[in-house]
């Protein structure tokens, strides 16, 4: 006979239907029996409850030893039932109603239809089952629940006020011998008349007495030392039938940090752990609020199972995995790097009108496919290995034009349809924190990324445009750690002067050139040498890079007036062994810091110039001493990124004499024969670009650094404190062993790292 069962469904519906098979609880489907002898197949995904009258095969029930529990479906249908602890399966669990004149027999429960349960026994007695508690502590703590309810206002008062009890007697006997008493009048309100206690002293007593009412046997127990938060909140989850879960042990499901927004997650205080096709695995402290439960599967739009875990790992966890308020998380969903294209492929432009220049498009920076789009070109940029991002919006119909830049080179990377220029720029300002309407003046900020459990900063810059339009600029600033001095490319005379220099106590180090030449690397590699733990290391820097463990690191906020100079003062203050300061961006700062290395400290920092040479000169300019200046220098240290030849495809050749002649001439003839360089010969080779699929055909994969060390030898001191020339200033530093950015970078083509063309394109 076929077996009719009643299933409440999570959209509400309750449905009477005949099954076609018999029920697996093992099983996520339900076949049920259509008309004609056909079948429909229903997931147990969109069931709350199955309700039966007839005992399912091979399950066995018995009324020995079941938790009465109350078991309440996200419908809001509650249920009283036995729940059998040998019948819980992976999809959900059996249970039986309590009364015997139930509607139904049994009953099964997918664990994603439960709101919330809970069992009807005391939380006391489940720690006392746990070992955590004796049965007298117990029974002593309900005692003190119970007197805490019953306990009276004037009571609380005689105790918090020390107030004697005949005081307050004498007080109504007055009152009642007067005959003022009213029919319902309060006994602090007696006390206060009489001046013996204040109407806030009455009102806290109150205050007291309606929370010795709410306390429950849990909380007392943790307020005598009995047991721990934690174990309360273990012993909660297991009333409330949840698990209770070690975040600390757990690595969380990328997609499920995804799937719930930052803003939630702070404000309920949740961890999401897993995410499954049909729903989230999430970790709360609150296993008695169903509410949590409510508000997740709103904001997530699937059924949500909660987990018990402790607030104090709760927290961490968000403060390791969200990472502020800024930050935002992305997924790629698994899909590959060519899905750039294939969504740009979906947003055709054509018979899209190009609206003028005042009004608006019709589509907006909410639109999904420019928030997919502009989160693909992010990730895409930094498999890629991008340095930079350019969104270039053109006039008129002409599309959108996204360039990467790689390795120092701008590339055309995409073309998107021109009526999402506005969204695209829109929706980067929005991911940057910036006022998207805003259009006339240039705007930073920054997007804090978390990609598969790595941070990704990109630094923001947004300028408008002829036309209307506005462009954006995105640095990307990968977080990562500091190489080796062996490992930046120092030529072996570069390396031992540079290494000297950081071995002394005191002085001031400059790493100069333009953006993006690597000065910051270069300057924490410096400080990962001579990072030891007997040295005080303060750094300050806009923004923080690159981050090592002993630094005292500080990112500055020129925006509430806590700048360079303000940081340095502050350092200065700090008993340091070694500062640096990410930047001179003033005549003060410069100041402060060549002071702060005359006075026994080591001070490094970076300077937008083109030379070593013209560095002295330039600070000097600034209004620098330069008696002071020159007795402070222990180097300055230029460097430029050059393209590295592709290691796979490179390939030599012997040069013509005069592309030999020519690289002398740059080089400078005095000095090449001097330093040691090869004289032209049959065997003379270099090496020259070839393209491969390694490099993507470039020739070209990687860079490498190029430098220029001027030393603050005693015969560069001399021409400093006489404000020479940069001219005059150069020729002594190369008396004294300095090599130019040019030399570097020649020595290196000879080496068959990289190629002329890639010298006169960084050199000057």
Same mark, same amino acid.
């Given at each position: ?54 005992? =399912? ?50 009953? !099964? !429960? ?15 007695? #489940? ?23 019953? /306990?009276? %206002? ?13 005081? #307050? ?75 209770? %879960? ?40 609150? =296993? ?25 790992? #709760? ?38 009108? %190009? ?39 053109? +006039? ?17 990377? *995409? ?25 006339? /003046? ?47 490319? !120092? ?37 990962? *040498? ?18 090592? =463990? ?5 990112? %500055?906020? =020129? ?69 002071? !200046? ?26 013509? +004499? ?102 006169? /394109?960084?050199?000057?």
């Amino acid at each position: 006979m076929d077996q009719n069962i009643v299933l409440e469904l999570a959209s509400g519906k309750r449905l009477t239907e005949t099954l076609a098979a018999p029920f697996a609880p093992g099983s996520n489907e339900i076949e049920i029996a259509r008309n004609g002898g056909g079948k429909e197949i229903l997931s147990l995904a969109d069931i709350c409850c199955v309700l039966m009258d007839e005992k =399912p095969d091979g399950i066995e029930l018995s009324r020995n030893d079941d938790m009465l529990e109350e078991v309440e479906i996200t419908t809001g249908t509650s249920y009283q039932l036995r729940v059998p602890e040998t019948q819980l399966f992976q999809t959900g669990f059996y249970g039986f109603p309590i009364e015997d004149g139930a509607p139904f027999k049994f009953a !099964f !429960f997918p664990y994603i239809g439960v709101r919330i349960r809970r069992q009807y026994r005391p939380v006391g007695e #489940i720690l006392a089952e746990k070992g955590l508690v004796s049965q007298d502590a117990i029974e002593e703590a309900i005692e003190e629940q119970k007197k805490t309810k019953d /306990r009276k %206002v004037g009571e609380i008062i005689a105790t918090s006020c020390k107030l004697p009890q005949r005081q #307050i007697e004498e007080s109504l006997d007055k009152a009642k011998q007067a005959g003022t008493l009213p029919p319902r009048v309060r006994i602090g309100d007696i006390l206060v008349a009489a001046g013996l206690v204040t109407a806030e002293q009455v009102e806290a007593a109150l205050a007291s007495q309606k929370e010795g009412q709410k306390k429950r046997i849990g909380d007392l127990l943790v307020e005598r030392g009995l047991v721990t938060e934690d174990q309360l909140l273990a012993a909660l989850a297991t009333k409330f039938r949840q698990k209770f %879960v070690d975040l600390d042990s757990i690595e969380p499901d990328e997609k499920a940090l995804v799937a719930i927004s930052r803003e939630i997650v702070e404000q309920l205080q949740i961890f999401p752990i897993e995410f499954h096709q049909d729903h989230l695995v999430i970790a709360t402290s609150k =296993p008695t609020d169903p509410s949590i439960g409510d508000t997740l599967r709103f904001h997530a739009h699937k059924r949500i199972e909660l987990v018990t875990a402790s607030p104090a790992q #709760i927290a961490s966890a968000i403060e390791r995995y969200y990472h502020g308020d800024s930050t935002l998380l992305i997924d790629d969903g698994g899909e590959t790097e060519e899905e750039v294209e294939e969504i740009l492929g979906e947003m055709g432009d054509e018979d899209v009108e %190009v609206a003028e220049e005042e009004d608006e498009s019709n589509i907006n920076e909410s639109d999904s496919q420019t928030i997919k789009l502009v989160n693909k070109i992010l990730l895409d940029a930094y498999q890629k290995k991008v340095s930079d991002i350019h969104v270039e919006p053109s +006039l008129g119909k002409q599309p959108v034009q996204i360039r990467y830049r790689v390795d120092g080179i701008c590339k055309v990377m *995409h073309r998107i349809p021109s009526s999402f220029k506005r969204a695209i720029i829109a929706r980067i300002k929005i991911m940057s924190n910036l006022d998207i309407s805003e259009r006339r /003046r240039p705007q930073s900020g920054k997007i804090l990324l978390r990609y598969k459990r790595k941070k990704i900063e990109f630094r923001v810059e947004v300028t408008p445009t002829v036309g209307g339009n506005e462009d954006a600029v995105l640095r990307l600033l990968a977080a990562s750690k500091p190489l080796p001095l062996s490992e930046m490319g !120092f030529s072996e005379s570069n390396l031992a002067m540079f290494e000297d220099i950081l071995a002394k106590p005191y002085g001031i180090i400059l790493c100069v050139g333009p953006t993006g030449s690597g000065k910051t690397t270069t300057l924490h590699s410096a400080l990962g *040498h001579i990072n030891k733990a007997d040295r005080k290391i303060w750094t300050a820097e806009d923004p923080v890079e690159i981050t090592q =463990p002993g630094l005292r690191q500080v990112q %500055v906020l =020129p925006k509430i007036g806590f700048d360079f100079q303000a940081a340095l003062r502050s350092f200065l203050r700090a008993d340091p062994d070694v500062i640096m300061i990410g930047e001179m961006r003033d005549a003060e700062t410069a100041k402060t810091a060549i002071e702060a290395s005359l006075t026994g400290h080591l001070v490094f920092s970076t300077l937008h110039t083109n030379s070593a040479p013209e560095t002295v000169v330039r600070l000097i300019e600034m209004g620098m001493d330069a008696v002071s !200046f020159a007795d402070a220098l222990l180097g300055v240290l230029a460097q430029r990124l050059a393209r590295r030849l592709c290691r796979h495809c490179k390939e030599s050749y012997h040069p013509e +004499l005069t592309e030999y002649e020519n690289l002398v001439l740059t080089y400078g003839e005095k000095w090449f024969a001097a330093h040691g360089m090869p004289e032209y010969s049959p065997e003379f080779t270099l090496m020259r670009p070839v393209g491969c699929e390694q490099c993507g055909n470039m020739g070209y994969a990687g860079r490498l650094a190029v430098h220029e060390l001027l030393l603050g030898s005693p015969e560069v001191k001399r021409v400093i404190k006489r404000e020479a020339m940069a001219e005059d200033l150069q020729l002594q530093a190369i008396e004294d062993g300095m090599r130019t950015l040019r030399m570097d970078a020649i020595a290196k083509v000879l080496q068959g790292i990289t190629d002329m063309e890639q010298v006169m /394109r960084v050199c000057l």
